[in-house]
């Protein structure tokens, strides 16, 4: 993976030794200061695709990371009583602390192997089909639900399709925005198109420093808008798309930016999952003053904001647009 300053890496790589190793806490709060600018530095030397690769980078904690990371007593849900079980989705109830919820994730795999077991983290119609289950027993016992986005996008085969993907996933839809608990949405890596948001429809939605969340990946774009798929066009396209997590928040699409070790939640994934569970730690804490009702009714509001059209004059919307 290549970046504008990779050399900044290093240094950032160098300095996290020597913090580790500061003798004195005096040292160590000096080296930490100049960390926090180097990694500042960094983050700024990023473009949109830059950020899309990060998002995708190999490493980086997936739900079941994170379920190992924050919950207890996981015990998963299998299969959809339809079809046959999807490991693109991971499903199940465990313990935050000492309070039962309910998981739902997308995990795409790492050897070969597990990425083919898990179609490379793309669901089938029977993997949102077990989503769907999760969702209706999370409802029934008032547990709040808890989901993981992980995906470029549902999968588009010819079988998924026979077998209704489009159904399911607006089935999805329209069961989360029905939910009487409260939805803690978190995307933690690529979030894409329907596919993500078919386990997205949250009263908030956290998103990591530097995840990705957009309606169609950058290639798609720019085999869409100019019929390749080139590195240049595909950069153009990431930039467009305004996928990132400051533009993300920017348009009010996410509620919260969650912050990442330095380099990303793969340099530091204990880290990284320690920085996620305060902020669903907070927003269940704050979900959980609403009322049954109350859950549903904002989260009809917040996604019925979402896309508003923009009236102002051209030159206006071009401004924004950039």
């Known amino acids: 993976m290549e970046f504008p300053q990779p050399d900044l890496e290093a240094q950032m790589d160098e300095l996290k030794t020597r913090v580790d190793r500061a003798a004195s806490p005096r040292e160590r709060a000096k080296l930490k200061a100049e960390q926090k600018q180097l990694v500042a530095r960094w983050a700024a030397s990023l473009s949109a695709i830059d950020r ?11 739900t079941l990371d994170y379920v190992e990371a924050l919950f207890d007593s996981f015990i998963e849900l299998h299969g959809d009583r339809r079809f046959a079980d999807d490991g693109a989705i991971v499903a199940g109830m465990a313990l935050f602390g000492k309070r039962p919820l309910a998981i739902v994730g997308h995990q795409r795999g790492r050897s070969t192997r597990e990425r083919l077991a898990r179609n490379f983290g793309k669901p089938r119609p029977e993997g949102y089909r077990k989503a769907a289950r999760m969702y209706e027993l999370a409802d029934r016992f008032g547990l709040p639900l808890i989901t993981f986005v992980d995906t470029q996008g549902a999968d588009p085969g010819v079988g998924a399709e026979e077998r209704g993907q489009a ?80 533009d993300l928040l920017a348009l009010g699409i996410i509620d919260q930016i969650v912050p990442e070790p330095p380099g990303g939640a793969h340099r530091d994934p204990v880290g990284a999952a320690q920085l996620l569970g305060i902020s669903i730690r907070q927003q269940l804490v704050r979900l959980g003053k609403l009322a049954p009702d109350a859950l549903r009714k904002d989260r009809e509001r917040k996604f019925s904001a979402i896309g508003a059209a923009y009236l102002g004059s051209r030159t206006e919307h071009e401004k924004l647009s950039r």
Not at 238 to 244: F, G, I, N, R
């Open 52 to 62: 899309v690769r990060l998002a995708r980078n190999p490493a980086r904690p997936q």
């Open 167 to 246: 159904e399911a996933i607006a089935r999805n839809l329209e069961l989360m925005g029905r939910l009487r608990v409260p939805v803690i949405s978190c995307v933690i890596g690529e979030g894409g198109s329907g596919g993500a948001l078919a386990v997205g429809v949250g009263n908030t939605i956290l998103m990591q420093e530097y995840a990705s969340y957009s309606v169609i990946t950058p290639e798609g774009c720019a085999a869409i808008l100019w019929r390749a798929a080139g590195p240049e066009k595909v950069a153009v396209a990431a930039a467009a798309l305004k996928m990132s997590a400051p």
